[in-house]
């Protein structure tokens, strides 16, 4: 099955996106005959493809609605708000698809965290009726939940004890780390499968206020009103309309405007190549709006960030990837000096965010990243960050032999030291310099400076810096040593070296809660023939292997 | 403050076979949640007038359940109802039961809840519990323009019981599931029928019970689903809910005798009236209603309704939930024992009807998967009998009309018919071609207006309204005649 990340309201299945000025509605109405696979997503329950649709709805909302200033999830079904992921899905997918489920669904509503926190678009959850598992972890994502108090609605972590899972779109972590639940309040909450009610759940602080029903929409809308007040977005348009991703693919490539990947099936190799602008920056950040998808820099990462995705989800055997960049680096500087000097327009913010949730993206990857920086390449500012989200990287000291190119040179800016965090909340620099103030420090001496090989390399800004002579043989080991070790090993070995320094919830959230899932998940408990995954809704309860691990 | 309890020994004055008196922690527990009880009777238990007395200051000949012995269980006297003796009574212990179905069949029937089961046996018996004071709820006003004081008389004997089984259920939340249990019991009193912030959990009982026809239809139709369940709860492993459901059947017993025999004597009062005024046309409508009868094709609408509507308390079709539940040995199928298989239902599976290429089909599912399926079956066969008996009524009187149940399909919100368009006869058309025919299919706004006219409180011992004939015979060893509710004698 081929998953495309791409789609329009136009043709959502099963979200409703309305916009009432400076208030939008994420109404969501799964369609129980729209789901991906061989099951009936009842209850408003989701798999990816409900998914794709929040995650385009949310993107859509920050670019195309500055207007915006705080968004309501609700259900547009009586008396339920969300199943959460729908459990037959999930009984019947393999261990990767549940990963990569899991991981784009965690990312999704980290996206809604960052709307909240970084481009004043507040979200708001109004629970109209129980909200269980994946239903109660979308609302966790939000700034403020309101239940409904009708006796009967909950919200509720189910999965420990119907599904032998854990709640692993952020669920345990968020109670904790965001909404301050007392860890044994937690613990007994994410427990009951019934899930917890009324003015109780507002005592354990799972959600922040319930209504009656004959108040509930006033109460919400008041929320909404406190909410947009919070916001800087300016109160008019325009924005920035996502036109529909060109994209053009054929068995070993995938073509966007400024991106292309070239696989190769026998390496497992994918080679990322973003190419540059070929034109200097708009005159301002209006000029830009009006450029809009066009713009360079939100053009260039809609195709990363679709790259990603795409590579993610339907190649899953290619095991590494290769990114390069081609281009001119005086006009990549002058769009990443425009960048910085626009960060207080809401649009250039939010393409800044966006290229951060991107950059991310990578680094939550499970493939092996190599960058390598070649002559004609454009390592400048925020597209070196492709060097600092890799595993490990070459820089071609010199130039090919009978290649007519200037040496490659590698330029750091204000790019690498501030906007483009990873999960950990610093930047990526930071984070390889950690606990080595005098190496960052260095490394700022350098902004502005154009850096050859052995210059990056002294700075530890390249893993490697290799002439034209060992070039092609180093790096042609190198993959193919890479192909050959253990997948499972290389992803543990990279996610466990990629985020050094302090937790987030973000780098809980995939470091230690979707760690210990897919620990789960591949355990007989859960997914064997007699576990709880495989036995769940035929009535038969899962024979479980009583070992503590 | 001085409240009931303080005064009350509710060892003697709750009839029990539960050893209440012995039993401290229930004691505290009833003592607390009583009287939030009778406030909740008080608020909203029947409400209306008899001679400018009030309901709930009648006499009313009511039979009080005193103990579980078969002959003589149930005592017969005028009470009051605030005064009714809402006892805690179990079908006797069976020495040696064993679970008798589920993965832990033949074991030991359990006596007090198994942890692994907490949430869905607790879950049962609130949803269970949910419908009784909810039935209560919806029947409040009926009083108003009860027929006889022999109906009457009926419809308080109905709620008092009601009451009685919401005692029941919260007997065995307060005895058996701790703090919860108590909150639960609570809450079973603060939800409100039909009330839109604290709704009773399934939708039928949500709904108005705004006449007597509908009464009856209700007590047939509805209260036969919470017989149903009421069966397969009697099954359960879970032996102190199979001892309070097996009790509880015997009083329901009474209620579903007054639906089939409240509905039958308005068919046969209409078949009579048509006869003696010498209509043959059961579409006569105008002519039929000025007889002061109600005409058939609105009772058919009555019934399509009500039966309809309870269809959707089975649930879905094929559940997961009652998949779980009849594995865990917590809720067995209608007639478990008398049923020869395995009673694990590991490998079997069941007919379901289902909509396949535009025709009403049955299709095999996981017979586990389809328990909800199986008890809404037996429930339609167990139907078939009062209506059959309706009609011979229709046909003694030589009229040319036959009642029936509509599809299973027609109507439905819940499983795997909801959003479909099935008309009573098992058509599947659009959804305007239905709402054309709507007004043939259910009651209309004009019907109800017939209805609220021509229904007046009847109170004179042994008279009848005109659209519902004479019963057979009296009831607790009264005639027909006996004065069931009164004016008590002395203040």
Known sequence: MNVDFRTHPDRYRHWRLTIDGEIARLGMDVDEAGGLGPWELKMNSYDLGVDIELYDAVQRLRFEHPEVKAVVIESLKERIFCAGANIRMLGCSTHPEKVNFCKFTNETRNGIEDASRNSGQRYLAALNGSAAGGGYELALATDHIVLVDDGTATVALPEVPLLGVLPGTGGLTRLVDKRFVRRDLADVFSTVEEGVKGERAVAWRLVDEVAPTSRFAETVAARLHDLAATSDRPSEGPGIELTPLERETSDTTITYPHLRVTLDRGLRTATIVVEGPTQGPPTGPAAAVELGARFWPLAMTRALDDAILHLRTNERDIGTWLLKTEGDPEIVAAHDAFLLDHLDHWAIREIVLYLKRTLRRIDETSRSIFTLVEPGSCFVGALAELLFAADRSYMLDGTFDGIDEPEAKLRLTGANFGPLTMDNHLTRLATRFWGRDDALSHAASLVGKELDAVEAHDAELVTFAYDDIDWDDELRIALEERASFSPDALTGMEQNLRFPGPETMETKIFGRLTAWQNWIFTRPNASGPDGALQRYGTGLRPDFNRNRT | ?491
């Open chain 2, 1 to 491: 403050m001085t409240t009931i309890a303080d005064k009350v020994d509710y060892s003697t004055l709750i009839p029990n076979n539960v050893g209440l008196a012995d039993d401290q922690k229930l004691l505290r527990a009833l003592e607390k949640w009583y009287p939030k009880y009778l406030d909740w009777w008080m608020d909203m238990g029947p409400t209306g007038f008899i001679h400018e007395t009030p309901f709930q200051e009648a006499d009313v000949w009511l039979r009080t359940a005193v103990s579980v012995e078969r002959d003589g269980w149930a005592k017969f006297d005028y009470v009051r109802m605030p005064d009714y003796r809402w006892g805690i009574l179990l079908a006797p212990t069976e020495e040696g039961r064993t679970v008798p179905f589920g993965e832990h069949r033949g074991e030991p029937a359990w006596q007090e809840v198994p942890g692994a089961y907490r949430a869905m046996l607790r879950r049962l018996i609130v949803i269970q519990g949910d419908t009784e004071p909810a039935s209560v709820e919806q029947q409040r006003h009926l009083g108003k323009t009860a027929p006889s004081l022999y109906d009457m008389r009926n419809l308080f004997q109905v709620n008092v019981e009601e009451g009685r089984h919401l005692w029941a259920m919260v007997y065995l939340l307060q005895r058996y599931f701790g703090r919860d249990g108590r909150e639960e019991a609570e809450e079973l009193l603060r939800r409100r029928s039909g009330d839109p912030d604290r709704p009773r959990m399934l939708g039928a009982f949500n709904e108005e019970t705004p006449d007597w026809l509908s009464f009856f239809m209700f007590t047939y139709f509805t209260d036969r689903d919470g017989k149903m369940q009421l069966e397969a709860l009697a099954q359960s492993g879970f032996d102190p809910l199979s001892r309070t459901c097996r009790f509880m059947l015997a009083e329901e017993a009474h209620h579903m005798f007054v639906g089939a025999t409240g509905v039958g004597r308005i068919v046969k009062a209409t078949a009579q009236a048509m006869r003696d005024a010498g209509i043959d046309d059961p579409y006569d409508v105008e002519r039929i209603r000025s007889l002061g009868v109600i005409d058939l094709p609105l009772i058919q609408r009555k019934l399509n309704l009500h039966f309809s509507l309870t269809l959707d308390l089975f649930g879905s079709e094929e559940s997961t939930n009652a998949a779980n539940a009849f594995h865990a040995g917590l809720k067995g199928r209608f007639h478990e024992t008398a049923i020869d298989d395995d009673h694990q239902l590991l490998g079997s599976t069941y007919p379901v009807t289902k909509l396949v290429d535009g025709a009403f089909r049955q299709v095999d599912v996981p017979a586990l998967n389809a328990l909800n399926a199986r008890l809404r079956d037996d429930y339609v066969e167990d139907c078939m009998g009062g209506v059959r008996r309706w009609n011979r009524y229709i046909a003694d009187a030589g009229v040319d009309f036959e009642l029936t149940l509509p599809h299973v399909a027609f109507h439905r919100q819940i499983g795997e018919f909801a959003g479909l368009h099935v008309t009573p006869d098992g058509r599947v058309v659009d959804s305007s071609t239905w709402e054309k025919r709507r007004a043939t299919y259910l009651p209309t706004d004009a019907d109800r207006l017939f209805i609220e006219a021509l229904m007046q409180q009847v109170t004179t011992p042994g008279e009848f309204a005109s659209w519902i004939a004479r019963p057979q015979k009296g009831i607790g060893q009264q005639s027909v005649d006996f004065e069931y509710v009164r004016i008590p004698a002395t203040g």
